[in-house]
């Protein structure tokens, strides 16, 4: 396999925007259990500027690649690979190292994409599309019938959860700040949308 250099945007120390710069990076080929991934699409996840602010705990020593969630082609595998073959598309959710245009990733972490899921949704939702799976399956075991309060309705997880909620049967509210983001969350599968800055929700 010829040498893959790949291009990633990194920080290397908490702060605004300004931080952030690209580097190349020489990869070896994939290790076992490792899968060389051509990232299509990043997604850019509202998390990735706690990190980079510095809100969260540096968690590498030196540069950090942001970016928890992507979708690619298989570009090559490593031994012990099943399952996953050059040119298949791909996506994942760790918790940093996505800015990039290229990386190894574990099998383990990745998903077969389906014709009917694009490059760019596929890496916009796999972290908040997994954080509503969870809260909706194991957090809270949501059957049709229950009836669910759902807080920040018109963010990025609210409204995967709230057409979710909708397709399991359950009624769902939510709490979003405002009008426009009370009419979008009821856009997205809520039966009703409560503007917490004008009304009690409590109540
Ligand atoms: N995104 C993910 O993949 C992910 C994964 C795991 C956990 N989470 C957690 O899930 C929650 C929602 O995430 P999200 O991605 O949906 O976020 P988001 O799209 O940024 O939406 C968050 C919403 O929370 C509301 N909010 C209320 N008080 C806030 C405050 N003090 N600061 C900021 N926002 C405030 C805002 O809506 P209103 O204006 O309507 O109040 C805001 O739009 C967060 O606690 C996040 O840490 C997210």
Redesign the pocket.
Known sequence: MAPVIAHVIAASRPGGPGVLHRIDVDLPAPGPGEVLVRHTAIGV???DTYFRTGLYDWPVERDLVLG?EAAGVVEATGSGVEGFSPGQRVAYTLPHGAYASHRLVPAAALVALPDTVSDEVAAASM??GL?AYYLLHHSCRVQAGDQVLF????????LIAGQWLAHKGVTAWA????PE?CALARAHGYGEAID?RTEDFVA
């Open positions: 996840n509202f998390i928890a972290l908040k954080t807080h920040a309705g018109a963010g990025g997880v609210g709490t979003a700040g405002g983001k917490y």
